[in-house]
């Protein structure tokens, strides 16, 4: 099921879509990581995942 996860950082308009939730938590992981050196556990993430 595709999932769409917007990034909630001020000033950040990052948006990711993929195939399954596993794949969007890994790549927001990353895009946390690399642009706001934060770690997001992926509970944090699945929460925002948005389905469509
Ligand atoms: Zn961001």
Same mark, same amino acid.
């Not at 879509?17 to 927001?28: G, K, M, N, P, T």
């Given at each position: 099921?595709?999932?769409?996860?917007?990034?909630?950082?001020?000033?950040?308009?990052?948006?990711?879509?993929?195939?399954?939730?596993?794949e969007v938590v %890994?790549?927001v992981q990353e %895009?946390?990581?690399?642009? %706001?050196? !934060?770690?997001?556990?992926?509970?944090? !993430?699945?929460?925002? !995942?948005?389905?469509?």
């Amino acid at each position: 099921m595709p999932a769409q996860f917007e990034c909630f950082q001020d000033g950040c308009n990052f948006m990711v879509r993929a195939d399954s939730d596993e794949e969007v938590v %890994h790549l927001v992981q990353e %895009h946390a990581q690399f642009v %706001h050196d !934060i770690s997001l556990d992926s509970d944090t !993430i699945e929460s925002e !995942i948005e389905q469509t």
